[in-house]
């Protein structure tokens, strides 16, 4: 089984979450979640008159009422959200969640097939949607494309992946201990990134490369894409 999470924040049309959450409404989920995040800091009185309004047709939408309904008080960003959800409620997930952000669409796919075949790779941790362009060197190199149904990558995207919740706890309590930056705090997929842009990644050789790379098991999923819709926060 399969559980979704989308998470979210205030975006200023709120006809692209409808689009995301319509982008795998077609999929047999156990629990279906919706994240968002605490309003940020604003001058602007309508900022925060509009976001509780975002939320409210969300929330009192029947389209929607399948879903659980999570609001964070603060603005504590992606993976903070994350990480404090996945602790709180672990042993109610399934094994399996589907993770995508609110301005994401998703191609379709079928998502039970792509769980068999995740499950015949014993070294996929994450399985990310890529987008439908040439892959941006400085964040993604290429270890191995040959599988028909999986590229063995460094790098991986944050926007819409599987990931199996035993796997996803490693990973965020071992980037827990890491000691970084403000805006690598923010997000997952930007440690990865942050340390294959430093000295020392260029320092190390290919078999110490590898080894890092399976704390994270990162896979991209051959030809199902996502779309990033840019929302406007």
Same mark, same amino acid.
């Given at each position: ?9 205030? $975006? /200023?049309? #709120? ?7 319509? /982008?795998?409404?077609? %999929? @047999? ?17 309508? &900022? ?6 975002? @939320? ?17 008080? #603060? ?13 709180? =409620?672990? =042993? *109610? ?9 609110? #301005? ?23 399985? &990310? ?14 270890? *191995?494309?040959?599988?028909? %149904?999986? $590229? ?9 992946? $599987? ?5 996803? @706890? ?5 980037? *827990?201990?890491?000691?970084? +930056? ?9 440690? &990865? ?11 190390? /050789?290919?078999? *110490? %490369?590898?080894? &890092? ?9 051959? +030809? $199902?894409? %996502?779309?990033?819709?840019? +929302?406007?926060?």
């Amino acid at each position: 089984m399969c559980d979704l999470i989308l998470v979210g924040s205030y $975006v /200023s049309d #709120d006809e692209i979450i409808r689009k995301t959450l319509r /982008s795998v409404k077609n %999929h @047999k989920f156990n629990q279906k979640y919706i994240l968002f995040d605490g309003p940020r800091d604003s001058e602007k009185k309508t &900022y925060y008159d509009n976001y509780r309004k975002y @939320k409210q047709d969300i929330i009192q939408s029947n389209e929607y009422k399948d879903f659980k309904i999570i609001e964070f008080p #603060d603005n504590i960003y992606y993976r903070p959200m994350i990480d404090l959800f996945i602790n709180n =409620n672990y =042993n *109610d997930l399934s094994d399996n969640l589907l993770i995508i952000q609110d #301005d994401v669409e998703l191609a379709e796919f079928d998502l039970e097939l792509l769980l068999e075949r995740k499950s015949k790779v014993e070294d996929c941790k994450l399985l &990310y949607f890529g987008e439908n362009r040439k892959r941006a060197p400085h964040w993604f190199n290429v270890i *191995d494309e040959t599988d028909d %149904h999986f $590229v063995k990558i460094h790098g991986w995207s944050e926007r819409a992946y $599987v990931v199996n919740k035993k796997d996803f @706890k490693d990973i965020l309590d071992r980037i *827990d201990k890491i000691k970084t +930056g403000q805006y690598c705090k923010r997000f997952i997929d930007t440690y &990865y990134h942050n340390f294959k842009k430093s000295k020392k990644w260029k320092d190390l /050789s290919r078999e *110490d %490369h590898l080894e &890092y790379w399976k704390l994270w098991g990162c896979y991209e999923y051959k +030809g $199902v894409f %996502h779309k990033h819709l840019c +929302g406007k926060r």
